[in-house]
């Protein structure tokens, strides 16, 4: 057996002792060998693999899976500027601390900076962005080979899987000739791992961030604890699976209004606000509601209305395990791990909270009737609340950056509840949407999940059209994809560049209309896509697209993108009629 089979053979034994279901595989060449020794796992039904053609959308399927599963997915790439496309979906990885575990094939180290083909120094390519990147040693046949093998795979699984730190880890991978099995099955070692199909190395740390009560917190700040009674806890994008129970039981003890991001998945909170955005971008609200404390969880920042409430807070506790703790506005008096517990003693004042379910409740009746005044006018708003509702019970939604996240924590805040909420949140680029929610749909359903439905800008979706080139063979998730097309970057709309930029040279740096029919590319891309432009027929398309199941493309053509930032901005005005006449 030659050395590169040999190591591809053990590398995969390994990975599926350490847990590893998923492999996402970009065809190359010099990675063949691990290729071949995937595909016979994948035979023996050990594994599920994953072919995409383009590098960038084999990240992030993997990250999607890591994100449902939070078990590492690996994604392997041939050597050369293959390796260099994984890195926007490394980045989110990193940022949002899923675990994933990227292989590079590589030329031997004697091949590199010699100008020999589809070689790069891709050993450090990821820099700081991956937890460790390790550069494996050319294979030899001499003994001692498989315990390196194993004890690597071991210790990059449990890098990527930390309690504390969890993300990408890179391993690189030198193959060298010949690639292929050449017939001789001797090696000069046993290629076998531990009995009983054990790692070759358990991680067994014992990492425990055990929530204490508030008052046991606050006394890390204070000599003389007393625990504010208006407070506000603002759930930012977070995988922490116990946290929200853990807030709902703070929240409701304490009297505090829950203010969450999508991806927070906060909307079952008893105390959770519908329309916290829009009330805090009333200057007069916020200024009313200045909290004593605020307690963030997560990564925060979706909304800047938020953040000033959070850097304006009188004291500010940040919950975050990771060393790298989430604090944008540099006001966070201290940092805790877990969520706290209810005190043992504090002061409720009843007034505090139902002043924000009060004024809830008024912006609710004005975005009513300002979105129904514009409902012959489909909008972003419109869209999000109608997909909002039908996400089915244990499915998904993947909900795009820029407008539609924003538009579904504002005005679809607590619509989902049955269901899990995901993004891209920890850059919140544009990139690899597509293919993390094919990803995170099909992990989801292949544990028993329900349908999933993402919804995405027509740019965000035609940056990562390639996530749909998907071998025939593989196995389609259940997913809609609901594409809002107002042809262009329409939150620039809303934002200072609008008005600031004469309008030719707006619409050519920021709006960026591309004038492309998205329709025609699901079909070319063999995915069948319809196209609505108003809320029943929305509603209609998506509950059809649902029940045939499969992967299909729902286009909601908008309005203008500037009469929409007219619309978003009556909402905003309706909002503080009610609240002054409230």
């Known amino acids: 057996m030659n050395p590169s089979t040999a190591e591809a053979m053990v ?8 847990g590893v279901t998923d492999v996402v595989l970009a065809p190359g060449s010099r990675s063949t060998p691990l290729a071949l020794a995937l595909a016979a796992a994948e035979t023996r039904g050990d594994l599920t693999l994953h072919v995409r053609l383009d590098e960038r959308s084999a990240g992030y399927t993997a990250l999607g899976i890591g994100k449902v599963t939070g078990v590492p997915a690996v994604v392997l790439t041939t050597s050369g500027t293959a390796a260099v496309n994984l890195h926007p979906s490394i980045v989110e990885a990193d940022e949002s601390g899923v675990p994933m575990l990227v292989v590079t094939a590589d030329r031997p180290p004697r091949l590199r900076d010699a100008g020999a083909n589809q070689t790069i120094r891709q050993a450090t390519t990821f820099g700081s962005d991956v937890r460790i990147s390790i550069d494996l040693a050319p294979a030899v046949r001499e003994p001692g080979q498989v315990r390196y093998w194993r004890s ?116 079952g ?83 505090w909270l139902e002043s924000w379910q009060r004024a809830d409740v008024l912006a609710a009746a004005a975005v009513e009737t300002a979105l129904f005044a514009a409902d012959d006018s489909l909008t972003g708003m419109h869209v999000a609340r109608v ?24 005005f679809a805040a607590n619509t989902v509840q049955e269901a899990a909420v995901l993004g891209n949140r920890g850059t919140s680029g544009i990139d690899g ?20 439905i993402a919804l995405m800008g027509d740019q965000t979706f035609l940056y990562d059209a390639n996530g749909l080139l998907v071998p025939a063979e593989e196995e389609r998730p ?30 050519r740096v920021f709006g960026n209309p591309l004038g492309v029919d998205i329709p025609a590319i699901a079909r070319a891309l063999g995915v069948q896509a319809v196209v609505v432009d108003t809320a029943p027929a929305l509603q209609s398309a998506l509950e059809d697209a649902l029940g045939l199941g499969g992967v299909r493309i729902v286009v909601a053509r908008t309005v203008e993108r500037a009469q929409e930032a007219e619309i978003l901005a009556e909402v905003q005005r309706a909002v503080h009629s009610a609240l002054e006449s409230g």
């Open 11 to 18: 590398l995969v034994d390994e990975l599926l002792r350490c």
């Open 387 to 410: 997909v909002a509702t039908l996400v089915p019970d244990g499915g998904l939604l993947f909900v795009g950056p820029s407008w539609p996240v924003r538009h579904v924590g504002s």
């Open 269 to 351: 909170c008893s105390t959770a606000l519908s329309h916290a955005t829009l009330l805090l971008e009333d200057d007069g609200f916020a200024e009313m509601h200045i909290p004593d404390l605020v307690l963030t969880v997560g990564r925060v920042g979706l909304n800047r209305s938020v953040l000033r409430m959070v850097s304006r807070a009188g004291l500010h506790v940040a919950v975050d395990s990771r060393p790298m703790w989430s604090d944008p506005t540099r006001s966070a008096d201290l940092v805790v791990a877990s969520v706290p517990l209810p005190p043992v003693e504090a002061e409720v004042d009843e007034e």
């Open 478 to 507: 259940d997913l809609v994809i609901v594409v809002v097309d107002n042809d262009g970057g329409g939150i620039f709309s809303t934002l200072e560049q609008r008005q600031a930029v004469e309008p030719p040279v707006f619409e």
């Open 152 to 267: 690597t795979v071991a210790r990059a699984v449990a890098m990527a899987t930390d309690a504390l730190r969890p993300g990408p880890v890179h391993l690189n991978v030198p193959f060298d000739d010949p690639l292929v099995p050449d017939g001789d099955l001797e090696w000069p070692e046993d290629l076998d791992g531990r009995p009983d199909g054990r790692p070759w190395t358990a991680d067994a740390r014992l990492v425990a961030g055990m929530s204490t009560p508030l008052d046991d917190v606050l006394g890390a700040l204070l000599d003389d604890v007393v625990v504010p009674a208006r407070g506000v806890i603002v759930l930012g994008d977070h995988q922490d699976a116990d946290a929200v129970a853990l807030v709902d039981d703070l929240a409701d003890a304490l009297g505090w209004p829950v203010i969450s991001e999508p991806s927070g998945n906060g909307a």
């Open 433 to 452: 949407c597509v293919s993390t929610s094919w990803g995170a749909a099909a992990a989801l359903q292949r544990n028993g999940g329900a349908g999933a």
